[in-house]
């Protein structure tokens, strides 16, 4: 069966960082694109970050541009997000996703596969 579990939220200072994993099982993880997203209280779910399966091609959320990083271990089958500079405003819930089609998965976030998400808080 498969399964992507998130883990590394946790409530930081602004200014600070953190670093997500997901963990995929049960799918052939170097065949999928692997993307971020993150929903806030009241707003719709939004892309964060994605990673093709070959590691070579990254795309961001304009949000997202210098201050995160997406990065996977194919041999590990775990996708991690980087995540610096946080602000207030980065609160959410993040939420890993796997697809074979990184461009729907981005525009339409249509995904095969969804984990259940890891709350990332940020203080003022």
């Known amino acids: 069966q498969a399964q992507l579990v998130e883990s590394g939220g946790g409530l930081v200072q602004a200014g600070g960082s953190l670093r997500l994993s997901c963990a995929a099982s049960?799918?052939?993880?170097?065949?999928?694109?692997m993307a971020w997203f993150r929903q806030a209280p009241g707003r719709e779910r939004t892309f964060v970050a994605a990673?093709?399966?070959?590691?070579?091609?990254?795309y961001y959320a304009d949000f997202a541009k210098g201050r995160f990083t997406i990065s996977r271990d194919n041999a590990k089958n775990t996708v991690y997000l980087e995540m610096n500079r946080l602000s207030p405003g980065d609160t959410a819930v993040y939420s890993c996703?796997?697809?074979?089609?990184?461009?729907?998965?981005?525009?339409?976030?249509?995904?095969?596969?969804w984990g259940q998400g890891t709350q990332v808080s940020v203080s003022s």
């Open positions: 990673i093709n399966w070959a590691t070579t091609d990254t």
């Open positions: 996703a796997a697809a074979r089609n990184v461009v729907t998965l981005i525009s339409r976030s249509r995904a095969e596969y």
């Open positions: 049960g799918i052939t993880f170097s065949e999928n694109a």
